[in-house]
Nanobody, 117 residues
Framework: QVQLVESGGGLVQAGGSLRLSCAAS????????MGWYRQAPGKQRELVAT???????NYADSVKGRFTISRDNAKNTVYLQLNSLKAGDTAVYYC???????????WGQGTQVTVSS
């Protein structure tokens, strides 16, 4: 099992910044991609950004140029820097870790990000 613990969410004004962290523990061997997804009220969960163990990144078009994902493999932690926040970024943000060779996906409990306009 893998445990993912997120932190860093909160309330921020439009145009502001936040930094989310996700620390992985447990059976972390073979984790390849880690990432962030978000779910706004009444909407489906959507991808925000992912990063592989080698550092390759992928972003949703809606956050490109504003959000940055990074990863510290030594600390088993992935970060999401959120800049130029908009009201539309308000959502619960979930950390995700993948073991693709086993077809296993792990999720954190989520952290709320609220952007006031």
């Amino acid at each position: 099992q893998v445990q993912l613990v997120e932190s860093g969410g909160g309330l921020v004004q439009a145009g502001g910044s936040l930094r989310l962290s996700c620390a992985a523990s447990g059976s972390i061997f073979s984790i390849n991609a880690m990432g962030w997804y978000r779910q706004a009220p009444g909407k489906q969960r959507e991808l925000v950004a992912t990063i592989t163990k080698g550092g390759s990144t992928n972003y949703a078009d809606s956050v490109k140029g504003r959000f940055t994902i990074s990863r510290d493999n030594a600390k088993n932690t992935v970060y999401l820097q959120l800049n130029s926040l908009k009201a539309g970024d308000t959502a619960v943000y979930y950390c995700n870790a993948e073991k693709p060779q086993y077809g296993i996906s792990y999720w954190g409990q989520g952290t709320q990000v609220t952007v006031s306009s």
